[in-house]
């Protein structure tokens, strides 16, 4: 019995250790606010380029 609540104890202590380090090894979104100057953000690409003359 003892050794069922220990390892119940310790599966909750870790859970959200384990959750945070998935987290942390997701790549952030890239924004237009990351872009260089006179840059636009393409959804589609995921990356900033150059705009489109119309």
Avoid at 16 to 30: F, G, L, R, T, Y
Avoid at 38 to 54: L, R
């Amino acid at each position: 019995m003892k050794l069922k609540i220990a390892l119940a104890a310790l599966a909750l202590t870790l859970s959200p250790a384990i959750a945070s380090a998935m987290c942390s090894s997701m790549k952030p979104a890239q924004t237009a606010s990351a872009c260089a100057d006179g840059q636009v953000f393409d959804a589609d690409s995921q990356t900033c380029v150059e705009p489109m003359s119309s």
